[in-house]
Each structure stands twice: as C-alpha cells, then as structure tokens.
C-alpha cells in the first residue's frame, strides 16, 4: 500500500498551465505504475495519463495528448502532471493513483488513491 498527496491545482484562464505533483510515501514507489484521473461533476472518473515503473512507457487519453504530460521522479517519490493549453472542459477534481499490475487505465484496477486537487478553468 501507499499513501499519496496531490498538489497544484487551482483556478487558471482557458489556454494556460499548471503543473500537478503527487508524493507518495514509502521506499517501494518505483515498483507502482502511475496514473493520473480526473472526474468533473456528472461525469465518470477517467483516465488521464498513465505512466510505467521507470518512466519509459507512458499513455494519454485522446482529449489531451499534445496538451498534457506525465512524468515520474522515483528519487523523490513524485509523479507529475504537466498541463499546457488548459479549456474549461479540463476542469475537474484530478487524482492520483497507483497500482502494481501494469500500464492500466480501469479506475477500479488501481487500489490507492489520493485525496484529489480541484483544478479549474475559467473563459
């Protein structure tokens, strides 16, 4: 098991940036596949991008490639989530999530979670 913490979210205008970290407790966070998720109000919780142990292999979903990417720091037990060109139908509580299995987008096949960062995009 591992715990995680996200930060960076926050209130930004259509067309800028944030940046996105999460923390994860432990000395065994290079063993997890990452990914990032989002769920906007209504909606179901989706993949964002998903990243493999050492970082090599990495995964986005179609409404955010070229715009959005994911990147680990196993020496600081950190996983990222560069954001550029944000639109408002980007916002979303973003969380972070691990599992060991493999490069996998299904919410329910990762069993840790964050508590999620509220990210929001203004016109």
């Known amino acids: 098991q591992v715990q995680l913490v996200e930060s960076g979210g926050g209130l930004v205008q259509a067309g800028g940036s944030l940046r996105l970290s999460c923390v994860a407790s432990g000395r065994t966070f290079s063993t997890y596949f990452m990914g990032w998720f989002r769920q906007a109000p209504g909606k179901e919780r989706e993949a964002v991008a998903v990243i493999s142990r050492s970082g090599g292999s990495t995964s986005y979903v179609d409404s955010v490639k070229g715009r959005f990417t994911i990147s680990r720091d196993n020496a600081k037990n950190t996983v990222y989530l560069q954001m550029n060109s944000l639109k408002i139908e980007d916002t979303a509580v973003y969380y972070c999530?691990?599992?060991?299995?493999?490069?996998?987008?299904?919410?329910?096949?990762?069993?840790?979670w964050g508590q999620g960062t509220q990210v929001t995009v203004s016109s």
């Open positions: 999530a691990a599992n060991a299995r493999g490069l996998l987008t299904r919410p329910d096949t990762y069993n840790d």
